[in-house]
């Protein structure tokens, strides 16, 4: 039923127009692709620069964590050497309030 009238046809030209529109547009895509390699490569050198300032203040904080747990250490030894004195001058008290207990007593008989 279809006539060969009715049918559009679409003929291949090669025209001055059609290649001004074709030139434009592959213009079009290559500046695109260069200007998004370049917007790539700036990212990923943010991207690097990022992540050696995250190295670099992790490293930070280790040896901040390592200063800390070193003056820790330090004040938990100062303090047993602190507990350790007073025991020591505890056990030295009491040796002698035993020998104040011992003179009163042989002072009293």
Do not use: C
Not at 21 to 37: H, M, P
Not at 69 to 89: G, K, M
């Amino acid at each position: 039923m279809t006539t060969p009238d009715l049918i559009p046809r679409f003929e291949f030209k090669v025209t001055f127009g059609n290649l001004m529109t074709l030139s434009t547009v592959a213009l079009g895509i290559v500046f695109g692709y260069w200007d998004l390699r370049r917007d790539s490569d700036d990212l990923q050198k943010e991207v690097e620069e990022l992540r050696a300032l995250v190295v670099a203040i992790q490293a930070d904080r280790a040896t901040a964590q390592a200063n800390a747990e070193a003056r820790f250490r330090a004040l938990e030894v100062s303090e047993a050497r602190a507990s350790t004195q007073l025991s020591n001058i505890l056990a030295g008290i009491t040796r002698i309030e035993a020998r104040l207990d011992r003179v009163e007593g042989e002072s009293r008989r």
